[in-house]
C-alpha cells in the first residue's frame, strides 16, 4: 500500500469512529444526575432519602438519581434553590417547620423568599429528645444557662427547632455555649463530658438514645405541658408526644416531648411527568422503603401522604395523589 493510500485509509477509520461515537446514546453526565438531598448521616430522613434514591432507579428504567446528604434544611433549601435558577431537577426531604419561612424568606432565609419551593408528599416524623445526664441540674429547657449543649448541625432544622423552644422559655442563643454538632457528636459529648447536654432526633425507638442509654445513666428534659399546647396551636408541623416510663433503660417517668414532621421537596420548575412518575413509583413500591426502614411502614402510607402544609403540592404530586384518593379531587 502506498503512501497516499495509507492516508485515505486512515482517514477512513477516524471518519468511520466519529460517526460510530456521534451515533451512539450520550452518557449521562454527573450533572445530569438529579439528586435526592438529605441531613447528615445518623437519622431517619437519611436512611429514607438513600432508600428513595435505590428505589427510584430499581424500577425506573431512564433513572439517574444519587442521594447527597448535606449539614441540614438550609443548605437542602440553598441548593434546591440553584437547581431552579439552573433549571434542572432534584428533590430534597427536610423538615416542614422550616419551609415556610423558606418560602417566604423570613428568619434565617435570609429575606429571599423561595416562592418556587412545591410539596410532594409526608414522609415521616420525628420526635426529638433534649438529652442530659441523669445527674445534671438540668431539669427543665430553662436550665441551661451557661451549659454546654449539643443543637444539632448548623442550618439544621434541629438547632432551628431547639432555639425556637429555648426561646418559649426565655432563653436566649447567647446565654449558653451553643455547639453545632450533629447526632454522633451529641452522643460522644455527653459520653465524655464534654456536653451537658444535646438533641437527637427519630422515630421511636430512637436508635441512638437507646444505645447511649444502655451505657450511661441520661434522661430526657420533658417539655412543658402549657408550652407544648402553645406552640402546637400556633404551628401545626410540631407536635406533642409522651415517651412512657420504662421505655428506655433509666426513664422513670411519662416524659413530655415535642416532634415536627418531615416532608418530600421539590421546586415549581420540575416537570409535572417527573414528579408524578418519581412518587407513583415511591408509592407503588412502598414495601422496598418499609423494608430499610420500619417507621416509612407506619408513616409512608395513604392516610397521611397528602397531609398538607402551608406550601402548595407540585402539580404532578397533586395529580397522583388524587389519583390514588390521598388528595380530595
Not at 14 to 26: D, E, N
Not at 136 to 148: E, L, T
Not at 179 to 195: A, D, H, M, P, R
Not at 288 to 293: A, E, P
Request: net charge positive; glycine share 8%.
Amino acid at each position: 500500500m502506498n503512501y497516499s493510500n495509507c492516508k485515505v485509509t486512515v482517514l477512513g477509520i477516524v471518519v468511520l469512529i466519529l460517526t460510530l461515537l456521534w451515533a451512539a446514546p450520550p452518557v449521562h453526565a454527573a450533572t445530569d444526575l438529579i439528586p435526592i438531598y438529605t441531613p447528615p448521616a445518623g437519622g431517619v430522613v437519611y436512611v429514607l432519602g438513600a432508600g428513595f434514591a435505590t428505589v427510584s432507579n430499581k424500577y425506573l428504567p431512564e433513572a439517574n438519581y444519587v442521594h447527597e446528604a448535606t449539614t441540614g434544611t438550609m443548605e437542602m433549601v440553598r441548593r434546591l434553590r440553584q437547581k431552579e435558577a439552573q433549571k434542572r431537577p432534584a428533590f430534597a426531604l427536610f423538615a416542614t417547620p422550616d419551609a415556610p419561612r423558606a418560602f417566604k424568606g423570613e428568619g434565617e432565609y435570609g429575606g429571599k423568599p423561595f416562592t418556587a419551593l412545591r410539596e410532594v408528599a409526608y414522609v415521616n416524623s420525628s420526635d426529638i429528645y433534649f438529652v442530659v445526664p441523669a445527674n445534671s441540674p438540668i431539669k427543665s429547657y430553662a436550665d441551661v444557662k451557661g451549659k454546654r449543649i449539643g443543637v444539632g448541625s448548623a442550618g439544621s432544622t434541629i438547632s432551628n427547632s431547639a432555639f425556637f423552644f429555648f426561646e418559649q422559655y426565655g432563653i436566649k442563643r447567647t446565654d449558653f455555649k451553643v455547639v453545632l454538632y450533629n447526632y454522633k457528636e451529641v452522643v460522644e459529648g455527653i459520653q465524655n463530658g464534654s456536653l451537658d447536654g444535646g438533641f437527637l432526633g427519630g422515630s421511636y425507638p430512637m436508635p441512638s438514645y437507646t444505645e447511649l442509654s444502655l451505657q450511661h445513666d441520661v434522661r430526657i428534659v420533658p417539655v412543658d405541658e402549657k408550652i407544648l399546647q402553645k406552640v402546637t396551636s400556633a404551628h401545626p408541623y410540631y407536635y406533642r408526644a409522651l415517651i412512657k416510663a420504662k421505655s428506655y433503660k433509666g426513664l422513670e417517668n411519662d416524659t413530655p416531648i415535642y416532634g415536627f414532621t418531615t416532608t418530600l421537596w421539590t421546586h415549581a420548575g420540575v416537570s409535572t411527568e417527573m414528579v408524578y412518575t418519581f412518587l407513583k413509583n415511591l408509592y407503588e413500591h412502598r414495601e422496598d422503603i418499609y423494608s430499610i426502614h420500619k417507621a416509612a411502614q407506619k408513616e409512608f402510607v395513604l392516610e397521611t401522604l397528602a397531609k398538607p402544609s402551608s406550601i402548595p403540592f407540585h402539580p404532578g404530586a397533586e395529580k397522583y395523589l388524587k389519583e390514588i384518593g390521598a388528595l380530595k379531587k
